[in-house]
């Protein structure tokens, strides 16, 4: 397995963007709070980007197609089972230490997803989960191009 800190070759990554009305939302548990429509968030546990908020997602595992990774994060993230949508967008993210070496490099992959069953509710490799109102993320210190990523799904669909 590659290590993930200081890789010897970037390593791919799937993300999702969880589109999800008010009405899907209540029946989901999340409570009178849901916006018209939410997006699914969740707080990081580990590095890279521990304790910030993000899409849910993560490394793909060998053997693995890209649509079971996604499921398997979002499943392990979220408690959702979800069906995967098309791609919203394809990128590197490339973390660099105090050195300048490349502590981190993932291509990561984002998919628009929607939740077919399940609770939302934080997985044990997050810190916490949240369902927020696309339109007021600036609160959550995404990076910019977790936010663009998310604007970019909401014209998709």
């Known amino acids: 397995m590659t290590p993930r800190e200081y890789p010897a ?3 791919v990554g799937v993300g999702a963007v969880i589109l999800i009305p008010r009405t899907e939302a209540l ?3 999340y409570g009178e ?4 429509t939410g997006v699914v968030l969740v707080k990081r546990r580990f590095e890279p980007l521990a304790g910030r908020w993000s899409l ?3 490394a793909l595992e060998i053997g693995e197609t890209l649509e079971a ?5 979002v499943a392990e993230e979220t408690g959702l089972a979800i069906t995967v949508g098309p791609i ?4 590197d993210r490339i973390l660099l230490d105090a050195s300048g070496r490349v502590q981190y490099h993932f291509v990561l992959i984002d998919y628009v997803c929607r939740p077919v069953d399940g609770r939302l509710r934080a997985g044990s490799d997050v810190a916490d989960v949240t369902l927020a109102d696309p339109d007021e993320l600036e609160p959550f210190g995404m990076t910019e191009k977790a936010v ?3 604007r970019k799904a909401r014209t998709a669909i």
């Not at 709070?33 to 018209?36: E, K, S, V, W, Y």
């Not at 990774?69 to 994060?73: A, L, M």
């Not at 919203?88 to 990128?91: A, M, N, P, S, Y």
Request: aromatic share 4%; charged share 25%; no cysteine.
């Open 9 to 11: 070759r970037p390593i």
């Open 148 to 150: 663009e990523v998310i």
């Open 56 to 58: 849910p997602g993560g």
């Open 33 to 36: 709070a849901a916006p018209d």
């Open 88 to 91: 919203v967008e394809v990128f």
């Open 69 to 73: 990774g996604i499921t398997r994060e």
């Open 27 to 29: 029946a989901l548990g």
